[in-house]
């Protein structure tokens, strides 16, 4: 992490006008631009919600723990409350350095997708073999996602509605056959929509074809399923501790062995079994350690406490408006009776998709990495792609023109060269991490959590014998180097999308070495 702010701060509050952003610094010569966006709120839709739990107290002093889980995202607290399952009298502490959900976990799209790969056909590309057991792996852990927020009551308006992938240039149709059919072949329920068929699904003038992938995907709130999350680890005996960013993770020196079997519950452990005990590792926090047995490392895109992760993950923004609650009529006038999450099928592709309370939730495009990979709070805020992001909502659905924004933010995802996660150990096994899912971790994380559960307790699982779990992505090149590759990139990709989707030389050549940038 690279500054105290990167944890502890949240949008500001006023809106942008009183952020000093004038809508007439947006985009000039578009007045419904401007006036879409005049009012919107810099903060996250999900996060400004009523129902924000106190924090719990920042560690001070010295525990002991045999699990330590650092950080309070799905991917965290997923390793929490699983490791409490599998063992209920493990002990269990996660130090969180803002507070749980403060995250991408808190201001994300909501897609809780089953796909472990980003996406079937980047799946396809990279693990053709695997993907049957993929996505059979991937479809029970959504299924046990939904039971899990059944079983403790979660009220994040989980639905399985399922993913519109929506076609807005003739070039986009051309694979979609294609796709459907390879989602087909994995046993997916898939439904081909032509022109008519998908603007009778989702009113656009500009959809002209579409897929609708119905049991990929299921749609939640995600700061109310962090929130719940977070209340089932309390309520299962998980210590937390929030506002406590970990600066190191040491191996601990003789004597000061992590005490098998850990702190309060005086538990024999899990994530490692007795006989693995011994010395353990030291998270040193600004009023405090821990002293655990095993560590989880699940921070995110934020600066990875481990050296050895720094050249797999870019942190990239990603931002989202939404808008107002749409009136009855002007629902009606999209359709879009099955609510499904929505998506475009550019190289820079927009997700979109209604909230509980008939909001238009409209993200994506830019994917903007920050020259040095800089993270600062003042970064979720882009005013320029904010309007840019209005513009083509207002393209999209003219029917809408009245409709404004009352929220505008950002977040930080972890990007990896092959888009989805990767894991690995340290410190003699006792360490895991799991990293890399870039803009679909809400259901994966918690496939993640599993691997490191399995390889902290040095178990050999269906998940661990996957080549998704044993290999890695090509790294990124040290900067200077990585910031020209990511901004040569992301400007090819632009160029795709205006060209009919061809593609250059660079993403021809990055193509034919598996590597890439996304959101
Ligand atoms: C705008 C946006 C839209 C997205 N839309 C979707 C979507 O629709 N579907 C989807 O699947 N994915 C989406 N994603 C990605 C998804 O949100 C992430 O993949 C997922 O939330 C990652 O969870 P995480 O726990 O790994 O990371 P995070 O939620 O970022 O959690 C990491 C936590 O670790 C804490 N931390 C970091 N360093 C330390 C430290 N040293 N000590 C203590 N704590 C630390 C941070 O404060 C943070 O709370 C989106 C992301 C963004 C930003």
Redesign the pocket.
């Known amino acids: 992490?690279e500054t105290e702010e990167?944890?502890v701060g949240d949008a500001g509050a006023g809106d942008l006008r009183a952020a000093g952003l004038s809508p007439a610094r947006w985009e000039a010569g578009d007045p419904r631009v401007a006036q879409s966006l005049a009012d919107a709120l810099p903060r996250p839709f999900w996060t400004s919600q009523p129902g924000a739990p106190d924090p719990e107290p920042p560690l001070t002093g010295t525990v002991t723990a045999d699990l330590a889980v650092?950080?309070?995202?799905?991917?965290?607290?997923w390793t929490a409350l699983l490791a409490r399952q599998r063992d209920p009298s493990a002990d269990v502490v996660l130090?969180?350095?803002?507070?749980?959900?403060?995250?991408?976990?808190?201001?994300?799209?909501?897609?809780?997708?089953a796909s472990l790969t980003h996406g079937i056909g980047n799946g396809l590309a990279r693990f053709p073999g695997e993907m049957p057991l993929l996505e059979r792996l991937g479809a029970l852990n959504l299924a046990e996602i939904g039971e899990t927020v059944a079983a403790h009551g979660i009220d994040c308006d989980f639905s399985p509605a399922g993913e519109l992938d929506v076609a807005t240039e003739p070039w986009h149709l051309d694979g979609l056959h294609a796709e459907a059919e390879a989602a087909r072949g994995l046993g997916h329920e898939v439904t081909e929509l032509d022109a008519a068929g998908v603007r009778a699904e989702l009113d656009s003038p500009v959809f002209l074809g579409g897929v609708w992938y119905r049991d990929t995907c299921a749609l939640v709130d995600?700061a109310r399923l962090?929130r719940g999350l977070r209340r089932a680890c309390l309520d299962t005996g998980v210590r937390i501790h929030e506002h406590?960013?970990?600066?190191a993770i040491a191996e601990a020196r003789g004597g000061a062995r992590a005490r098998a079997g850990g702190g309060a519950t005086g538990s024999t452990g899990t994530a490692g079994g007795a006989g693995r005990a011994g010395r353990g590792l030291v998270l040193t926090?600004p009023h405090g350690q821990v002293r655990a047995r095993r560590v989880a490392l699940?921070?995110?895109?934020?600066?990875p406490?481990l050296r050895r992760i720094r050249n797999y993950i870019v942190p990239v923004?990603?931002?989202?408006l939404v808008t107002r609650p749409l009136s009855a009529a002007e629902l009606a006038g999209l359709g879009w009776r099955h609510r499904q999450?929505a998506a475009d099928l550019g190289n820079q592709f927009h997700?979109f998709r209604l909230t509980a309370d008939d909001r238009i939730l409209w993200?994506?495009y830019d994917a903007v990495y920050y020259n040095g990979g800089r993270i600062r709070t003042a970064q979720d805020q882009r005013p320029r792609t904010f309007a840019r992001l209005a513009r083509h909502f207002l393209d999209t659905f003219p029917q809408l023109e009245d409709v404004s924004f009352e929220y505008a933010?950002?977040?930080?995802?972890?990007t990896c060269s092959r888009f989805c996660p990767f894991f690995g150990t340290a410190y003699g096994g006792r360490l895991a991490y799991?990293?890399g899912?870039?803009?679909?971790?809400?259901?994966?994380?918690r496939f993640?959590a599993n691997v490191m559960l399995d390889r902290l307790a040095g178990l050999e699982t269906e998940r661990t014998g996957l080549a998704l779990v044993r290999s890695r992505p090509v790294p990124f090149p040290p900067e200077p180097a990585r910031s020209a590759v990511i901004q040569l990139t992301r400007a090819s990709l632009a160029r795709a999308d205006r060209d009919a989707g061809r593609r250059n030389l660079w993403l021809r050549a990055l193509d034919r070495l598996g590597l890439g940038y996304d959101?």
């Open positions: 992490m990167n944890v650092v950080g309070g995202g799905f991917s965290g607290l130090v969180e350095g803002a507070t749980a959900g403060w995250g991408a976990s808190g201001r994300n799209g909501g897609f809780c997708s995600p962090a406590t960013p970990v600066r926090t699940a921070t995110g895109a934020y600066r406490l923004y990603d931002y989202a999450g997700y993200g994506g933010w950002g977040g930080v995802l972890d799991a990293a899912y870039t803009g679909l971790g809400v259901g994966a994380s993640g959101s």
